[in-house]
């Protein structure tokens, strides 16, 4: 069997600085930029939940500020999800990860957080991984 070297076809960079969310809000990642790569997929993992729902979703733009951005919804964009067009964190889910992955043509892309019925919270971070590099620009 022939092995493949993984390392040197993805990068890994932050998409959610890890943080605790105690509030009902909206916590915007971090932008990403797919250009030289042709997958995405984000990695998003919950510490200690208390309290609350937290739902996760991705936004795709062509713009670097994400002007444009628009949400990706499972019928149109996404390769594969949990739930749906998002992926969500419940008082069982502490110390878990999830993964979302991302087909949108687009150049651009970040994840956004909805937290409700939140007043302890939870503590989320997140990486994106890019992979197969290519000639995607």
Do not use: H, W
């Not at 915007?28 to 200690?48: H, M, N, P, R, W």
């Not at 739930?83 to 949108?104: H, M």
């Amino acid at each position: 069997m022939q092995a493949y070297d993984l390392y040197s076809n993805i990068e890994v960079v932050n998409a959610l600085t890890a943080l605790t969310i105690d509030s009902d809000t909206t916590t915007v990642g971090e932008i990403i930029d797919t250009q030289g790569y042709e997958s995405l997929v984000f990695a998003v993992k919950s510490e200690t939940i208390t309290d609350g729902a937290f739902a996760v979703q991705i936004f795709a733009g062509d713009e670097p500020a994400m002007g444009d951005e628009v949400v990706v919804v499972k019928d149109f964009n996404l390769a594969d999800t949990l739930l749906d067009t998002a992926i969500s964190f419940a008082l069982t889910d502490d110390n878990t990860v999830k993964f979302i992955g991302v087909v949108s043509g687009k150049r651009y892309a970040r994840i956004k957080l909805v937290s409700t019925a939140t007043t302890d919270g939870g503590a989320f971070s997140a990486v994106a991984i890019k992979g197969n590099k290519g000639s995607r620009s």
